[in-house]
């Protein structure tokens, strides 16, 4: 099962992910520290759960990315083969 986040958590979230689309990275403490320039919290929990959702959102864009390269890598490497052959 997986964690359950407060709608505003996500909405949030999203929101500042589609208004600054390359601003954010997989890293928890910059991503928090981005969000602290960006606007203001009610509370340090709010702020960390924000960050903590664009975090994860970020890990799972990334590791995405990296198995598309590498079954590319894998595919040019099949055609290679074949081609010598």
Known sequence: M????AVS???I????????????????????RI???MMQF?????RNKVAGY????????DSESAEENQAEETLDKTE???AQA
């Open 54 to 61: 664009i975090t994860r959102v970020a890990q799972s864009t």
């Open 42 to 46: 009610p509370s340090r929990l709010s």
């Open 2 to 5: 997986g964690k359950k986040r």
């Open 80 to 82: 290679a083969s074949e």
């Open 35 to 37: 969000i602290s320039e």
């Open 13 to 32: 979230g999203e929101t500042l992910m589609k208004l600054h689309p390359n601003s954010f990275a997989s890293d928890f403490e910059e991503n928090k």
């Open 9 to 11: 958590v996500k909405r």
